[in-house]
């Protein structure tokens, strides 16, 4: 698994929408700075199968506050082809309990067991959906023997 990233402008739509219903000005207040984050996972035709679900899982701790850890992770099901899939981004609370790649593993046989019965689960974490099915796609090329997937979350500065 490979890691890309970069900044980005949000905007709410929502906030936006009930602005104009209103008749106020749009300005710089309906928008922030955040940044996203790409999962990446690259690999031979036979890493990924139709139909696999893959989770993808990252832990970033924070440089300001060493042992403490922001934590997401993506669900999608994988397909045979060059296009999209539906993704799932799933938060974790921000704290000093990381959860570790043999948990990960363990509880692999139930995306349950790693989102919601997860004591540290959090639904509406500081790491969102990127509102695009650009931020989930699926990749193949059996000639070059290539598969992969990528997963996108995005994160408000200074949010969470």
């Not at 996972?41 to 199968?49: C, D, I, Q, S």
């Amino acid at each position: 698994m490979f890691i890309t990233y970069g900044p980005m402008i949000l905007y709410d739509v929502d906030q936006m929408t009930q602005a104009i219903a209103d008749g106020v000005e749009l300005d710089e207040e309906f928008y922030y700075d955040a940044y996203w984050m790409t999962l990446n996972t690259k690999g031979t035709t036979v890493a990924l199968r139709e139909d696999d679900y893959v989770i993808m899982y990252m832990g970033i701790e924070n440089p300001a506050s060493v042992g403490f850890y922001e934590q997401w992770s993506c669900l999608g099901q994988y397909s045979e082809k060059v296009g999209t899939f539906h993704g799932t981004v799933f938060n974790y609370d921000y704290s000093d309990v990381l959860l570790t790649n043999n948990e990960v593993t363990r509880n692999a046989d139930n995306i349950d067991y790693q989102t919601f019965y997860h004591p540290n689960y959090d639904r509406n974490g500081p790491w969102t959906m990127g509102a695009s099915s650009k931020y989930y796609t699926t990749y193949f090329d059996d000639a070059a023997d290539v598969t992969g997937m990528s997963c996108t979350g995005v994160r408000q500065v200074g949010a969470g």
